[in-house]
């Protein structure tokens, strides 16, 4: 333990909800004191919490990273099932992926048990997407086309609209990377038909298609990404851009 | 008689200094039953001092329990004096956010206030009828879109911004219309000619003294090279573009180097290299190694014609010189040019999207009354006032001053940054000189840069993967707060908007960092 109380400004009572505010907001510190294990009684949300302050601690020490771990698989070993295990699995996951160094095979396993475990929960459905990153990740660079929409069949779909969305735009990543554009853009107009993408990175998927669709020769459905565009994102500083493509594509029309 | 002086010298000395500590401790004390908001920023222009002194006296008598403290850093020392208050506990409570200052994406996000809850709603100092009742954020130009204002990888609000960036060409009315017939607008190849005709002694009423077309300084020339190199680099826009979102960052152009898209002899960044060697014969040797001040010192003693500078300038410019100062495009070329023609494929943008002179909150007690002045600050008379005493383009939304300024609208002026200033800055400042010296120029300074650059830019790359892997770690705890507070909706049949816009981030940016892993590993650059 470190110091839960001396570190806590922000709240007069332990109140879990201003702990999560306050980690909402990147305030590790103020959050402390919501998660304390000896004020009240502990619970598996006081353990989730105080695992995510030492994930959140600043500078980040590996000794951090192992006091979170250490709490949380306390957490998945407990017997009892909670909304708050099934996040314990997915921070392990993203431990073992983003904070250790060559541990994929591991986060992978992690991120499989919370899907087998909890297969409604939000965060699990986020973890197929992370799982087609890692699976995507390993083949070799030299992989040829068929390995990878063979690779790409076999992935767990996420179930959600939003994460769906994501889903579609990793795959199309790592497509555009390959040089594959007319997957890719089946990839992008799917995140785009389901209408899950917000604000900047709304206007962003909208000039992938218009560009992508206008490189592969399907110039209607550029010229309808790029008018949403034009349409939604006003002042975007693209849009001159834009402009100039949706001319020369009407130029083009026969 | 001497010593007797001298010693009288010294006893003035230490009571003026004892008077002075005085005075300085006095004005950073709180009187009982007040509290102090310090505002510190490296603003120096006397015309934003001014503005902040009496932003700070009008915020006073609405809140006499309020004093506002003003303290102005110099620039070359603010990042060192930031830190070391950030770090002491000793900062003040608004900071102007220092976008050179290597690591401050780590401060802001552990020192600084999310402003989110207050930028969704409306400003309370706002009472126009074109801006009362929207949402804070809504009423600036940019619509805090600004790197400083937001923190996408974040996804939160950290700072206001007062101004919008942008550059420049200025230059003297009474020249023009004495010398060149009243122009206002000229082109690279007509700018060019300005060299004869400014000092023909049939027009210069008897003033021989020579004039350049353009000031001398590392400042002004940076602005009009970026002007020049964007006006002929448009293609790399398209070229360079990894993501094909027609944005082009650092990474982009870096990779591209390391991959052999780009490279100092490409056609179209040697027609930059060429523009800007040809261009810096229209300014006094010596202007890399001359600063800001002597450029502006130049132009206002009539010893050139024009300065390149930011919108902000013109206020200091007025002020300097004698002659009424206008402004207008930089002189690019365009598509008629003989030589640079081809590579032009329109005008180069001058609505810098982004606004500056951004200030942020640090966490403390002292938060709210500190976030109410930024309100106060971007508030309807206030923003009205700082166009008043400065002349600036303020961040705020305001349709009269965006149409009295007319900026051109056009391709993204980046990518003399992109290409010269992001993963190979040390080789090309250390190079720079080759390519305008006598016996220099663009081979000699190409050939350079291919040698120097990749070195650098490779341990670049390797520091953005680094960057990017830590700013994934940090979001882990934010992702796991917001899944949190949603626990509650669940059921409910609400979506939690909040999680869903984090998440996408979060796998964006790790797709992102994967694939720039899965590049140098491919390209035999592996960490």
Known sequence: MIGWGSEATAAEQPNPRHGWEMLARYSAASAALDFDPETTVDTAEKQLGRAAVYLGKYPQTPQNVDQATELLEALVSQPERSDYQAAAYYLLARIEHIFQEDREEQAAVYYRQLRSAYPENRLADNAAVKLAMLQLHALPSDVDDATVKATIARLERPFLKSTLSDFHQVLAAYLLERGELATALNHLSAAQNLRMVAGKNRADLLVQVGRVATLVEQPEKALSAYLSFVKEFPSDTRNYMVIEEMRKLEEARP | ?527
């Open chain 2, 1 to 527: 008689m001497k010593v007797q002086f001298g010693y009288g010298l010294i006893v003035v000395a230490t009571i003026g200094a004892l008077l002075m500590t005085r005075k300085n401790y006095v004005a950073t004390t709180t009187q009982p039953g007040t509290v102090t908001i310090r505002v510190a920023h490296f603003t120096l222009d006397p015309q934003f001092r001014s503005f902040l002194t009496k932003a700070g006296e009008a915020y006073e008598k609405i809140h006499p329990e309020v004093r506002i403290k003003q303290m102005d850093v110099p620039r070359q020392v603010y990042p060192q004096w930031q830190r070391t208050q950030i770090i002491g506990e000793m900062a003040p409570e608004i900071m102007q956010f220092a976008y050179f200052n290597s690591g401050v994406e780590d401060m802001v996000m552990h020192r600084f206030t999310v402003l989110d809850s207050w930028v969704e709603k409306p400003n309370p100092y706002r009472d126009d009828d074109q801006t009362k009742g929207m949402a804070w954020r809504d009423t600036f130009l940019d619509g805090l879109n600004s790197r400083d204002a937001y923190n996408d990888k974040l996804r939160a609000y950290f700072g206001i911004p007062l101004i919008m960036g942008g550059y420049r060409f200025f230059y003297n009315e009474k020249m023009s219309r004495e010398r060149l017939g009243g122009e206002e607008e000229w082109n690279f190849q007509q700018f060019k000619g300005l060299v004869t005709r400014l000092n023909d002694p049939s027009v210069a009423a008897g003033d021989l003294r020579p004039v350049m077309p353009m000031s001398t300084s590392n400042y002004s020339s940076y602005s009009w090279f970026k002007m020049l190199f964007g006006s002929v680099t448009q293609s790399l826009l398209f070229s360079l573009d990894r993501n094909y979102d027609l944005q082009i960052a650092g990474r982009d152009s870096a990779l591209g180097f390391l991959e052999g898209r780009w490279n100092y002899h490409t056609e179209e960044v040697q027609a930059g290299l060429r523009l800007m060697r040809e261009s810096s014969q229209l300014m006094n040797p010596g202007f890399l190694q001359l600063q800001k001040p002597d450029g502006i010192m130049e132009f206002a003693q009539n010893r050139s014609f024009g300065v390149g500078g930011a919108h902000v300038d013109l206020t200091y410019l007025e002020e300097l010189a004698r002659f009424e100062v206008k402004e207008a495009s930089f002189p690019v070329p365009d598509q008629t040019h003989p030589d640079y023609g081809r590579y032009v494929l329109g005008p180069v943008s001058e609505l810098a999207g982004s606004s500056s002179l951004t200030l942020g909150v640090l966490r403390s007690p002292l938060q709210e009354q500190a976030v109410d002045f930024l309100q106060f600050l971007t508030g309807s008379e206030m923003v009205a006032l700082l166009r008043e005493e400065t002349g600036w383009r303020v961040s705020v939304g305001d349709l009269k001053q965006e149409s009295k300024l007319n900026l051109k609208t056009g391709y993204p002026d980046v990518m003399y940054d992109v290409i010269n200033t992001r993963g190979n800055i040390m080789a090309f400042r250390q190079n720079a000189y080759r390519l305008h010296e006598r016996d220099g120029g663009v081979e000699i300074f190409a050939e350079k840069m291919d040698q120097e650059a990749p070195a650098e830019i490779r341990t670049w790359v390797k520091s953005q993967t680094t960057t990017l892997r830590r700013t994934l770690r940090q979001q882990e705890m934010s992702i796991v707060a917001s899944w949190a507070l949603g626990l509650s909706q669940e059921g409910t049949g609400s979506k939690n908007i909040s999680l869903d816009g984090f998440l996408e981030v979060n796998n964006r940016q790790e797709a992102e960092y994967r694939g720039i892993l899965r590049f140098m590993m491919r390209n035999g650059h592996s960490q």
